[in-house]
């Protein structure tokens, strides 16, 4: 009995440890890293042709007389990448409900500061490459790539206040989201209205049965599918439908909690801690029903979301820098492209300079007009260092590099090399200046209190 007791406390230490590891920000920014470290290494080595040939390979699904085929890449940057836009808007329609963005006071100071970190990043590049070719890509510099910059923060532990980490979660999703507008409003082609039919008739399906009280994750994503297919044949960008898909998804538990309760405290009484599971067939229904009670307490977005950040943070955006990052560096002219061109410093500038400068100024202005408040334990030197960190651009910026620069090769090559300069240094500058506040925050004298009180004697 001792023995099972220690193999069972043992089985879920480690569930909880793998559990723990599936939800690390700081591993998920490794991989991701790692992978675009891959890309590059493997694009400038001997073996680079087998590189560009694994992007271009096709990949076709055939039904009947109907064939559908793209390219790896094109299946990682418009198919998967749409699990990936899915979860930012389940992000946001939770922040949206319960969130920082659920009241007004609490969310213009992240609003204020994404609208910043948009528009002074995309004003220098627009005035760098103002009348040059390269103009299309001043969505480029716009974005924040969540992961990443929520890691690295990660890598300072506790001695970041919590609401420091809030801030830069809700400016990074505030950030998307405002990214996913211009993917929308700019950067897609000719509107086909049959195909935006097909998506809106799968969309509704969705919403009404989340509205009755039934989810169904196979009916939902077969649904889904349809929500994309529809996109990607209307001429908006495909990927958008993970975030469209996102407002359907239920956001109540599908079933009163007071049900559960009942039909917990019916089954409670048959299971017993001395009793061997696997032999007692009516101890393991009942455990088999508490579960199902339980699961179903929790609303489908909480689910959806927890089940995708594993997959999108160990497979999806890892495959997509594997795609993405591998940009050839054939002498030191085309490195130095980066910091010479107009595309090349328009995109450094805008992420390493304007997105700090935007994000502090605005809000700065919100705070002082009145619009927003500085939560009571954060510094504007914690704000500032958080605004550099915006300033790692990384995934977001690559998926817009490949919608403005369609069929012009050396510059979205310019593009991208500039985006992985930019997020190292703001990535390393501002780990160094968040660690030097958090640091001197952490080791300041606490001055003894004196009692001012006078004393009184007895008469």
């Known amino acids: 009995m001792v023995a099972n007791r220690e193999r069972s406390a043992f089985v879920t230490k480690a569930l909880q440890s793998w559990k723990q590891f599936l939800h690390s920000q700081v591993i998920g920014s490794i991989v991701l890293l790692a992978c675009a ?61 319960v969130g920082e963005l659920s009241s007004i006071k609490g969310a213009m100071l992240p609003i204020c500061a994404a609208l910043g970190g948009m528009i002074v990043p995309a004003m220098i590049y627009a005035l760098m490459n103002q009348g040059g070719e390269g103009i299309s890509g001043w969505g ?25 980490k809030v801030f830069l979660a809700t400016l990074a999703i505030a950030d998307d989201l405002g990214a996913i507008l211009v993917i929308t409003l700019f950067y897609s082609g000719q509107i086909m209205v049959g195909g935006l039919i097909v998506a809106a008739l ?8 989340g509205r009755i009280g039934i989810y169904n994750p196979l009916l939902t994503l077969l649904l889904s599918i349809g929500v994309w297919l529809g996109f990607l044949s209307s001429g908006i960008h495909a990927t958008i439908a993970g975030v469209i898909v996102a ?43 508490l579960n199902e009670a339980m699961s179903s307490v929790a609303p489908p977005l909480v689910q ?27 002498n030191v002219g085309n490195l130095g492209s980066a910091f010479t061109s107009q595309v090349g410093l328009g995109v450094i500038l805008g992420l390493v300079i ?65 985006i992985i300069v930019a997020s ?19 080791t300041k004298p606490v001055l003894p209190t004196i009692n001012t009180t006078p004393i009184t004697q007895d008469a």
């Open 304 to 330: 959806l979301e927890a089940n995708l950040q594993p997959l999108v943070t160990f497979i999806i955006m890892p495959l997509f820098a594997l795609f993405n990052a591998g940009v050839v560096i054939n």
């Open 354 to 418: 304007g997105k700090p400068l935007g994000i502090s100024l605005f809000s700065w202005l919100a705070v002082k007009i009145g619009l927003a408040r500085l939560p009571a334990d954060l510094r504007w030197a914690h704000l500032q260092g958080v605004s550099i960190l915006a300033g790692i651009g990384f995934t977001m910026s690559l998926f817009v590099t490949e919608l403005a620069f369609v069929g012009n090769h050396h510059l979205a090559e310019t593009a991208k090399l500039s």
């Open 424 to 442: 190292l240094t703001a990535g390393i500058i501002g780990y160094i200046v968040l660690s030097r506040v958090t640091h001197v925050q952490q």
């Open 37 to 97: 470290a891959l890309a590059m290494i493997w694009a400038n080595s001997p073996w680079s042709e087998s590189y560009f040939h694994l992007l271009e390979t096709p990949l076709s699904f055939s039904l009947g007389s109907h064939a559908f085929s793209m390219s790896l890449h094109a299946w990682v940057n418009e198919g998967l990448m749409m699990a990936f836009f899915l979860m930012i808007g389940l992000e946001v329609k939770e922040q949206v409900l």
């Open 202 to 209: 799968c969309w509704l399906v969705i919403f009404l049965l």
């Open 140 to 164: 480029v510099p716009m974005s924040t790539d969540i992961a990443f910059a929520l890691g690295i923060l990660a890598l300072l532990g506790k001695r970041v206040p919590l609401s420091l």
């Open 247 to 289: 407002i359907a998804i239920p956001a109540r538990p599908l079933i009163d909690p007071h049900v559960v309760l009942q039909s917990i405290k019916e089954h409670l009484p048959n299971t017993q801690a001395n009793h061997d599971v696997l032999r007692d067939k009516e101890q393991r229904e009942s455990l088999k029903e």
